[in-house]
C-alpha cells in the first residue's frame, strides 16, 4: 500500500500550516515463504510435522500460525482441524499431531492469519502435504484364542519411547494420561507423573464402574476406537490358560542422547499360542484389566523375570496408589 506523508504545524485558531513538502512510501507485501510441511515419526494416532517459514521478524507479532488437518485434500481454514502453533517463533514450525486415527490418510499445510492493529486482517496458505498413520491390525496378533481375542505386540504408548524406556508408559486404573520412566540426557533414568483423572477435589475417587473395559475410561478404547480395548480379568486368565512363556529374551538398544550414547540390555518374555504366533512383555512390565474386584481393588498381569525363568501372574493392585502399563486387545464381537 502506498502511504503519502508531511510535517506540518498547528495555529492556535486551529488552522494547519504544511511546513514541509509531501512524501510518500510504499509498504512492502506480506508474503512469507512457506515451505510444505515434512511429516516424521508417523505412528497409530500421532505424528510430527515440522515447517520451515521465512517471515519478517517485525511482522510476527501480528500473525496466527495454525497447522491445519483434514482427512480431505481441501484443506481450508473452515471444515479442517487446527492446531494452533507457539508463539514463539524462530523460523521453523513444528507441532506434534496426536489422537488422530490409525490407518488413515491425512492432509495437512500451514495457515498463517495475520491481523493488525488497525483491524487490518488477511490470511495465506502453504503447500499441502500427505501422510498415512500406520495401521494397528499390523500390531493385533492372532494367539489362536478360544474368544478370538487378538492381543497388541506393544503396550500404550511404548513404540513412542522405542529403546528409551526399560518400561512400558504405565497409567492410573482410569485415566487416560501416562506416565513414562526415561533415560534423560544427564544419563539418569527419570520419570514423568501420571494424572489420575478419576479423583475428585476432596481427594476421594470417583465411581467408574466394576468393569471400565470399552468404556469412556478405557484408554485403549478411547484412543484406538474401532474394536479395540483394555482386556478384562477373564482376558488374562484365557492368556495364561492357553498359552505358554518362553525363557527370557534380551535385545540390546542402542540410545543416544545430546550427551551420551548407551546400550541397555532389555529382557522380554515371549508368550507363544498354541497357533505358534506370540507376542513378548518387558520384564516387569504387565497389564491393567479393566475389571475391579469386590473389594475395590483391580485385576492386573505382571510378569515378572528370576533366575532365568519367566513367570505371569494375576495380581490385585490398589485403585489410585497403583500404577501399570496396559496392553491393548483386538476384540471381533465388538459392534462399531
Not at 513444528?94 to 492469519?113: G, H
Not at 502435504?129 to 487378538?150: H, V, Y
Not at 480379568?233 to 492368556?239: F, T, V, Y
Request: charged share 25%; aromatic share 12%; net charge negative.
Amino acid at each position: 500500500t502506498e502511504y503519502n506523508y508531511c510535517l506540518f504545524s498547528q495555529n492556535r485558531d486551529n488552522t494547519e500550516r504544511i511546513i514541509s513538502s509531501v512524501q510518500s512510501f510504499r509498504t512492502l507485501p506480506f508474503s512469507p515463504e512457506i515451505q510444505m510441511p515434512i511429516i516424521s515419526d508417523i505412528h497409530y494416532i500421532d505424528a510430527v510435522a515440522t515447517d520451515s517459514v521465512t517471515i519478517d521478524k517485525m511482522d510476527v507479532q501480528y500473525c496466527k500460525m495454525e497447522l491445519l488437518l483434514s482427512e480431505t485434500t481441501d484443506v481450508q481454514k473452515d471444515g479442517s482441524f487446527s492446531i494452533p502453533l507457539s508463539n514463539k517463533f524462530d523460523g521453523t514450525a513444528k507441532v506434534e499431531i496426536k489422537d488422530i486415527k490409525p490407518n488413515t490418510e491425512y492432509f495437512c499445510r500451514l495457515y498463517i492469519k495475520y491481523e493488525t492493529t488497525d483491524g487490518i486482517t488477511g490470511f495465506i496458505y502453504g503447500p499441502v502435504n500427505s501422510f498415512k498413520t500406520k495401521d494397528l491390525m499390523e500390531t493385533a496378533i492372532d494367539l489362536g484364542l478360544p474368544s478370538g481375542i487378538r492381543w497388541a505386540d506393544f503396550s500404550m504408548g511404548e513404540y513412542e519411547f522405542a529403546s528409551a524406556l526399560m518400561m512400558s508408559p504405565y497409567y492410573y486404573w482410569g485415566s487416560s494420561q501416562a506416565g513414562v520412566y526415561y533415560l534423560s540426557p544427564n544419563g539418569k533414568y527419570e520419570s514423568t507423573n501420571a494424572q489420575d483423572e478419576t479423583v475428585n477435589e476432596d481427594g476421594s475417587l470417583k465411581n467408574i464402574g466394576d468393569e471400565i473395559s470399552g468404556t469412556e475410561y478405557d484408554v485403549v478404547h478411547k484412543k484406538y476406537g474401532g474394536k479395540w480395548r483394555m482386556p478384562t480379568r477373564i482376558d488374562l486368565e484365557e492368556l495364561l490358560d492357553n498359552c505358554s512363556l518362553s525363557a527370557s529374551m534380551k535385545f540390546n538398544h542402542t540410545y543416544t542422547s545430546n550427551i551420551i550414547t548407551t546400550t541397555q540390555v532389555v529382557e522380554y518374555v515371549k508368550v507363544m499360542g498354541n497357533n505358534g504366533q506370540s507376542i513378548r512383555f518387558r520384564k516387569y512390565d504387565g497389564t491393567w484389566s479393566g475389571t475391579m474386584d469386590d473389594d475395590g481393588t483391580v485385576f492386573g498381569l505382571v510378569c515378572r523375570i528370576g533366575d532365568g525363568k519367566a513367570t505371569m501372574t494375576i495380581d490385585k493392585h490398589v485403585r489410585g496408589e497403583s500404577t501399570m502399563p496396559i496392553r491393548p486387545v483386538w476384540d471381533p464381537t465388538i459392534t462399531e
